[in-house]
């Protein structure tokens, strides 16, 4: 089955300094990788998809990469900010047919002091 | 902005007994979605429903745990002799294309 592999389980940044969360998969590639945020004692909320013939996406202070020969993915968050703190989420489908399960990484909890 | 929302946000049951937890997905998707969420633990696919029925479905979602789709609004897991390891966040989610939206979740305790 697939293995997804988020660099820590715990990242502290100072604000207005780049947050780059790192998520490593193995086995085989996926169609598409998703990013979300969870904070605590609620839902995943989806932040940005990217794609395995996409290099990069942006959403205004979010950056994401995916380099399917590495089976990497990174999410950086520009200019953090301490609303920035909660846990992020690496997420992949397959592909195929049928849209289906995803496949989460354990998180990487990013806190962001002033 | 239209939501998925679940019901209740929190249940206690005794082991043994049978639960019902419900989704209520965003209007016009298509495709729904269990997961759930052990304290400390990582988001858990439980199954996907499209069209009907069961599209694919994990180790986890045994003989125990069944979902239904019982008007053209809710969808519901329904747990039917629960053990204490069932006890965790569940989250429902729903998606009309790759992106999948999830909602609240019900943390569900068992004793």
């Known amino acids: 089955s697939q293995k997804i592999e988020q660099n820590s389980e715990a990242l502290n940044i100072q604000e207005g300094k780049t947050a780059t969360l790192t998520c490593n998969y193995t086995?085989?590639?996926?169609?598409?990788l998703q990013w979300y945020r969870q904070d605590p004692g609620r839902g995943p909320v989806f932040l940005l998809l990217?794609?395995?013939?996409?290099k990069e996406k942006r959403k205004e202070r979010l950056k994401v990469t995916f380099d399917t020969t590495l089976k990497q993915s990174l999410f950086h968050i520009t200019a953090s900010q301490p609303a920035d703190s909660a846990t992020y989420l690496c997420?992949?489908?397959?592909?195929?047919?049928?849209?289906?399960?995803?496949?989460f990484g354990r998180g990487t909890q990013l806190t962001v002091w002033p | 902005e239209p939501e998925v929302t679940q019901t209740p946000s929190h249940q206690v049951t005794q082991m043994g007994q049978e639960v019902i937890l419900r989704c209520v997905p965003i209007?016009?998707?298509?495709?729904f979605y269990w997961y759930r969420q052990i304290l400390g633990q990582k988001v858990e696919f439980l199954v996907s429903?499209?069209?009907?029925?069961?599209?694919?479905k994990s180790e986890i979602f045994d003989d125990q745990f069944s979902v239904e789709r019982p008007d053209g609004s809710n969808f519901t897991l329904k747990i039917r002799s629960t053990k204490l390891e069932d006890s965790a966040m569940y989250f429902c989610?729903?998606?009309?294309?790759?992106?999948?939206?999830f909602g609240p979740g019900t943390r569900l305790l068992v004793l």
């Open positions: 989610a729903s998606s009309v294309q790759e992106t999948q939206y």
């Open positions: 086995n085989y590639s996926p169609a598409y």
């Open positions: 990217i794609r395995e013939n996409e």
């Open positions: 997420a992949l489908e397959k592909g195929g047919s049928t849209l289906g399960r995803l496949y």
């Open positions: 209007s016009n998707h298509l495709y």
């Open positions: 429903f499209y069209n009907n029925e069961i599209s694919e």
